[in-house]
């Protein structure tokens, strides 16, 4: 049996239900009941790509390099775009895009273990057992998704292994499984999203009709918004069918594809885009793997240097389409690595001090946030958690932070204890 | 007294806060010089009762290498950069900008008048020990890995005639080269000591960290570490692939066993070519002393730290090394 999470048969079944869930959500979600709000949000057109560094990045080689100190490794800091803004040496691309992203250098989350870290960071939040919160795609995929979308609204790479199961579900959480991802962990192409073979398209098309046909009759007689949902999930899973073609970069002319060039994260981040450009309001890229308990300078030369290539001609694409301005790239781990270097010259699990950015729609481009101390074991100035920085998230793209969902009679925050936003970051 | 390998015993033990990545000693002496992860070069006197860090100089990063050729003491840093020392009074000569990217070593040839140095941007540069003078530029390593990521040029050793030069990258490709007119003589695939993770982690460890021509320049050592299972951590064996030279022909490789884990740092030969030792580590350190022409190992024991930094005294009865934290000297007749 196939590793994939996905079949057809379990996606189109699960898409059917929960567009006809939809309908009948018993989350109460407030944005729908205030269609003007919903209207302004959506016709933003507001996206967000995560590139997910699983394993755990290290800030002191990334985003807030110690050069000199006995932390900070061999790795020096370079100037960036931004005057006074340093990163390390191995992300000279991003380094001359700096006044497109923010960094929060303050981030202390506290776990420092791979699930419970990776559940925080995807949920912006602790996990609890009474309530199954869904992750930052679900409701960026919720709130800005539409509901006669052609696209998916959450696409998820993760096509190593180590680390895919850490984190959420994929479930959607109390929101449902109709903001669940399309979870691709085989290839970049989603399986089974073809017509089969045995079907033309004039077939599929004319049992589409039929379909219609017969659901209109029925619903003439028997007016119920399950019928109507019901309509809706086909002519949603038509669109996906047809959205087959956004996972082929084959479609991208060959100067775009060697623009990001032949790995597969490179690759994923053009799908990516293509999603993006094409309506997708989330795509998370997953990057793994970034455990470098050992050899942690050696590891972070190959993965740095990819990332900084992959995000770099990310921005430049989006930028160029003018997508940018709409789009958010977040970078995001389950925790940072320490300071200390061990024996192995590695770098082990740390949550006290670490860092993310911040690019694009409603970023104060070359802002930095926050700041660890001279050796980077503890945040110095500007402490925040998961919850602050899914706030600003939250923010930048539109949606208001403070709002509260309903699971049955319990309002729950979108935000955990409806933090605030780092509005410094913020435009 | 003869050494003995199976009489090692460690004799000196000095600890440090920083990382000493290379060593370089006076020959005849128990002087060293070190390469440390605080931007500085040490002096040290290993059989002193209390050896004490005497500071020479520093580099923009960490320094990775030291070499010393007659009196002269050159240094390589991740700062790119190459720096002359008079080792008798510790005054600079002159830096240069030596490479395009982070230098990995530097090694004198035998009779002092080159060194070689290594780095990132894959060319080994010969360079002019006198007036240094880049001489040469050897050019035979990948700067992309198969899997499309930058490469390491890692190690580098000269014959004990100094007529050969060999490096050594992070795929395992081993370039021999005829240092009188830089023309490369052959090859050597070592590709064992890369590990490739195409599935669960999807990036490489290893590389050629050491190599070692024998005596008699029959024998080309290479030293890794072995195929790693989980790459998160360099627990796999240290490895040793032997090769016939000229032919390029591999003889066998063998692994350190039991919990000795990590990669062969450094290689070195006793003087009649009997026996090699190497030293190494990955979480902990090892040592292990090799016969090569049977490809047996003679004895072999963990070391108090990851070694980076190896020399044998000229009798083959002394082992001066450095590394995490701590610098050591092993007699072998105890």
């Not at chain 1, 979600?29 to 269609?35: A, F, H």
């Not at chain 1, 709000?37 to 996206?47: F, I, P, T, V, W």
Request: charged share 25%.
């Amino acid at each position: 049996m196939s590793n994939t999470s996905l079949n057809r048969r379990a996606f189109l079944g699960t898409t059917a239900a929960a567009v006809t869930a939809y309908a009948a959500d018993m989350t109460g979600l407030n944005v729908l009941s205030q269609p003007a709000l919903a209207a302004e949000l959506k016709k933003k057109d507001k996206r967000v790509i995560l590139l997910w560094l699983a394993g755990g990045a290290s800030q002191l080689e990334t985003f807030d390099p110690k050069p000199g100190r006995p932390t900070g490794g061999p790795y020096r800091a370079i100037q960036t775009a931004v005057p006074g803004v340093e990163i390390s040496e191995l992300m000279p691309k991003m380094a001359t895009r700096m006044k497109q992203t923010a960094i929060i250098r303050s981030l202390n989350t506290k776990i420092a273990d791979h699930g419970g870290g990776a559940t925080m960071m995807h949920l912006g939040r602790r996990d609890e057992p009474s309530v199954r919160f869904p992750d930052l795609g679900a409701v960026v995929a919720r709130e800005l998704g539409s509901a006669d979308s052609k696209v998916p609204d959450y696409v998820s790479f993760y096509t190593q292994t180590e680390g895919r199961g850490s984190g959420t579900a994929q479930t959607g959480g109390f929101l449902g499984a109709r903001f669940a991802p399309m979870y691709l962990t085989d290839k970049s192409t989603p399986p089974y999203l073809s017509r089969v073979e045995s079907i033309t398209d004039i077939d599929h098309q004319q049992r589409a009709e039929l379909r219609d046909l017969l659901s209109k009759r029925f619903a003439r007689a028997h007016e119920t918004q399950s019928v109507g949902s019901h309509n809706q999930a086909y002519a949603r899973v038509r669109g996906l069918m047809s959205s087959e073609k956004l996972f082929d970069i084959e479609q991208e002319p060959q100067s775009i594809r060697d623009k990001y060039g032949p790995t597969q994260f490179a690759q994923q981040a053009l799908v990516a885009r293509r999603l993006i450009e094409a309506g997708t309001p989330f795509v998370k890229v997953s990057r793994a793997w970034w455990d470098s308990h050992g050899e942690n300078f050696e590891t972070h030369l190959e993965l740095v240097t990819e990332l900084d290539h992959v995000m770099s001609t990310l921005i430049d694409d989006l930028k160029d389409r003018g997508l940018l301005e709409s789009t958010l790239i977040v970078t995001l781990s389950e925790f940072g690595r320490t300071p200390r270097i061990n024996q192995g010259l590695g770098r082990d699990h740390f949550a006290s001090a670490w860092s993310t950015s911040l690019t694009g729609c409603g970023v104060n481009g070359g802002s930095v946030y926050g700041k660890s101390d001279a050796d980077g074991n503890t945040v110095a100035d500007g402490e925040i958690g998961a919850s602050r920085l899914f706030s600003t998230i939250y923010q930048a793209i539109g949606i208001d932070p403070y709002k509260e969902y309903h699971v049955g009679p319990r309002p729950v925050p979108l935000v955990d204890n409806h933090a605030d936003p780092v509005y410094e970051v913020l435009v | 007294m003869a050494a003995d390998p199976t009489k090692l015993k460690v004799a000196k033990d000095v600890g440090r806060t920083d990382v000493l990545f290379h060593l370089a000693r006076q020959p005849g002496t128990s002087r060293v010089f070190v390469g440390s992860s605080d931007f500085k070069l040490y002096e040290l006197d290993l059989q002193a009762e209390k050896p004490e860090a005497k500071e020479i100089g520093g580099h923009g990063s960490y320094v990775t290498s030291v070499a010393l050729a007659g009196k002269t003491l050159v240094s390589g840093s991740y700062d790119c950069k190459l720096s002359w020392w008079d080792s008798e009074n510790g005054k600079s000569i002159r830096s240069v900008d030596g490479h395009a990217k982070r230098i990995r070593m530097i090694v004198a040839s035998p009779d002092g008048k080159l060194v070689a140095s290594v780095a990132d941007d894959m060319i080994c540069k010969l360079w002019s020990v006198a007036d240094g003078k880049l001489m040469r530029e050897l050019k035979g390593h990948d700067a992309i890995t198969p899997h499309n990521y930058p490469s390491m040029l890692y190690a580098a050793a000269f014959s004990r005639d100094g007529k050969q030069l060999a490096t050594g990258d992070k795929t395992g490709k081993v370039c021999v080269w005829n240092v009188a007119d830089g023309k490369q003589l052959g090859t050597l695939d070592a590709s064992g000591v890369y590990t490739w993770d195409p599935t669960q982690r999807r990036h490489s460890i290893g590389g050629i960290r050491s190599l070692a021509f024998s005596p008699d320049g029959k024998r080309i050592v290479v030293g890794g570490m072995g195929k790693v299972g989980n790459i998160d951590h360099p627990d796999a064996p240290g490895r040793l692939e032997v090769f016939e030279w000229p032919s390029a022909k591999k003889l066998y490789d063998l692994q350190t066993e039991g919990k000795l884990k990590g990669m062969f740092e450094q290689l070195a030969f006793n003087a009649d070519g009997s026996w090699l030792v190497g030293a190494g580590g990955g979480y902990a350190g090892f040592i292990a002393f090799v016969d090569v022409n049977n490809g047996k190992i003679i004895f072999q024991d963990s070391a108090p730290m990851h070694v980076h930094g190896l020399s044998l005294a000229e009798s083959g009865d002394t082992i001066y090394a450095s590394g995490h934290n701590k610098l050591v000297r092993w007699e072998l007749n105890a």
